[in-house]
């Protein structure tokens, strides 16, 4: 309000706004498909705004293609990427790397969390060292680890895994110590004991905690993934990345930053998934469920 | 109609020895959780098949006494005997039913109705729904039942094993009013068929004179009163022989606690 500057870009809006407001057509259509598409929609709303804001920008000039290339120009990269088979290869080594180590990750999270969550000799011997070992952040070893590994493939999946493997310990192992006690004598009663006690009350009731593991490790997984492609890699994603800097293709460099992102948030949607799947008794997962 | 048709006939394995109570017998237990005592040398006879409901004021040591008979406790000193064995662990004839309904919230009401039984249990599990009336409720989970209901599941799941000693452990405090009338009849029918050994721990004087052949208070860790109840059954609440009883119970209670203050 107070610049002269702002001014003259906000004020195009309300007359914008003005202009679509007389078309009844266009709100009933938006009305329809709000309502059709449902709740579904409502969340990639403000994602596809700022899309149109950015292509209006670049478009208009006011953002170079230096610092940030029109929507229009980055879809056609896209498309060639595509076509060359260069993004696909890549996109693949990435997945695969991403996989790999979380596997790994979480199988050795996974077991030992369960071990020192339901052995107190295990807690004694384990605990005290693997949390010394979570405090260093996974990421700070990546110069050891390249010596170790050298700049090829198992040097990313060691990190991932790293990296993976304490969010999915630690769950696990509060999650097994946050069952309800009372569960455990019923079961106990009710003549459980050893595995059947184990599948039937200890597994469902850690359960929960383990997807908060899984979802948050997810999140660590792609992080370590770019950083450890983007310091020292042949190939992947942010190999790509890397290359396409040198030589100033920054809608290379977008592309695969937005691919990171998409690659995130499937990740995320397959871990909610899961929730919603192994916890449909729960009733906070029942009713988004439904 | 499901339900009347299971109630004919009891559950196909309470034919043989299961069906029957067994008798209890407590023998100067004590136990002390650190320096509080909270059973001193009790002593406690219960015939087979016999309804024994206790009352007795928070921290008297009631429910101790039943996690003993439940075997999840160790006495330190006397002797709980379930059908002349020793009780010191969980058993196959004795089963609890909890102050909280304690169903598995990742179960179905039919699977925890399921809950530690082997082979075939399906077919068994429905019956015993049947027979507290949920047979309808099968498929559905735990959180959609009303604390009556699943008090209702967690008795089925008591009574699918064919329990010969079945301890209360107060499993009707939480629920409203009629509903627990409700639950009190279904109880005392199911006893009368199945003719277990019940032991009912309650806060509710009428609870108590409603259900048991024998109320007992215990008071500082030890049987203060054995009183028979003679009321023919099914008992009406409102006759004045029931009154009578329950006041006496009641004035019991409250005057021994009163003395002890003065």
């Not at chain 1, 509060?174 to 039937?200: A, N, P, T």
């Not at chain 1, 850690?206 to 997807?211: G, Q, V």
């Not at chain 2, 009154?243 to 606690?257: D, I, P, S, Y």
Request: aromatic share 8%; net charge positive.
């Amino acid at each position: 309000m107070s610049g002269s500057g702002k001014e003259a870009l906000t004020l195009p809006q309300p007359a914008q706004m003005r202009t679509a407001a007389p078309d009844a057509g266009f709100g009933r259509r938006l009305r329809l498909s709000v309502a059709a598409g449902g709740r579904h929609l409502e969340p990639w709303l403000l994602p596809l705004l700022l899309l149109v804001l950015w292509q209006a920008g670049a478009s208009l000039g006011w953002i170079s293609s230096r610092v940030l290339p029109a929507p229009r120009d980055i879809g056609a990269s896209f498309v060639e990427l595509v076509k060359s088979g260069q993004l696909l290869k890549n996109l693949q080594i990435s997945c695969g790397r991403a996989f790999s180590g979380f596997f790994i990750g979480a199988v050795i999270g996974l077991v030992l969390g369960f071990w020192t969550g339901t052995s107190r000799r295990m807690e004694r011997l384990l605990d005290t060292s693997v949390q010394m070992v979570r405090n260093i952040p996974h990421l700070a070893l990546t110069p050891l680890v390249i010596l170790w590994f050298g700049i090829g493939e198992d040097s990313k999946v060691f990190l991932i895994a790293l990296g993976v493997m304490f969010p999915i310990y630690l769950n696990t192992f509060h999650g097994i110590r946050s069952v309800d006690r009372q569960l455990i004598e019923m079961g106990r009663v009710y003549g459980l004991s050893g595995w059947g006690l184990f599948r039937d009350v200890i597994l469902p009731g850690t359960l929960p905690s383990i997807l908060v593991g899984i979802r948050f490790s997810l999140g660590v997984m792609w992080l370590t993934l770019i950083v450890a492609e983007t310091i020292a890699a042949s190939s992947g994603l942010g190999y790509m990345a890397m290359n396409a800097r040198e030589f100033f293709q920054t809608d290379i460099v977008v592309i695969a930053i937005l691919l990171y992102a998409l690659l995130g948030k499937l990740a995320d949607m397959a871990a909610r998934g899961l929730e919603r799947r192994w916890l449909k008794w729960h009733p906070e997962f029942a009713k988004t469920g439904a | 109609m499901n339900r009347n048709s299971a109630l004919e006939r009891p559950l196909p394995d309470t034919a043989g020895e299961n069906g029957r109570g067994v008798g209890v017998s407590v023998q100067a237990l004590s136990r002390s959780f650190g320096a509080l005592q909270v059973l001193r040398r009790l002593d406690l006879t219960i015939e087979a098949g016999q309804f024994v409901c206790i009352v007795g004021r928070s921290g008297c040591g009631k429910s101790t006494l039943l996690r003993h008979l439940a075997g999840l406790e160790t006495p330190d000193a006397g002797l709980a005997l379930v059908n002349g064995e020793e009780r010191n662990r969980v058993h196959g004839n004795t089963r609890v039913m909890f102050q909280e309904a304690r169903l598995l919230p990742w179960k179905t009401v039919l699977g925890n109705v399921g809950v530690g039984l082997k082979g075939d249990w399906r077919a068994r599990a429905l019956a015993a729904l049947s027979q507290v009336g949920l047979a309808d409720r099968a498929g559905d989970w735990p959180f959609t039942l009303s604390g009556g209901q699943r008090q209702r599941v967690a008795l089925a799941r008591a009574l699918v094993h064919s329990p010969r000693l079945l301890l209360f452990d107060e499993p009707l405090g939480a629920l409203d009013a009629l509903t627990r009338i409700e639950m009190q009849e279904l109880i005392e029918r199911l006893w009368l068929e199945q003719g277990f050994t019940a032991l009912l721990v309650t806060h509710d004087v009428a609870e108590a004179v409603a259900l048991a052949d024998r109320v007992i208070l215990i008071e500082n860790g030890a049987v203060a009163l054995d009183l028979p109840i003679t009321l023919p059954r099914p008992r009406e609440r409102g006759v004045a022989d029931f009154a009578r009883m329950e006041g006496l119970v009641l004035k019991r209670v409250l005057t021994h606690h009163d003395g002890n203050r003065q």
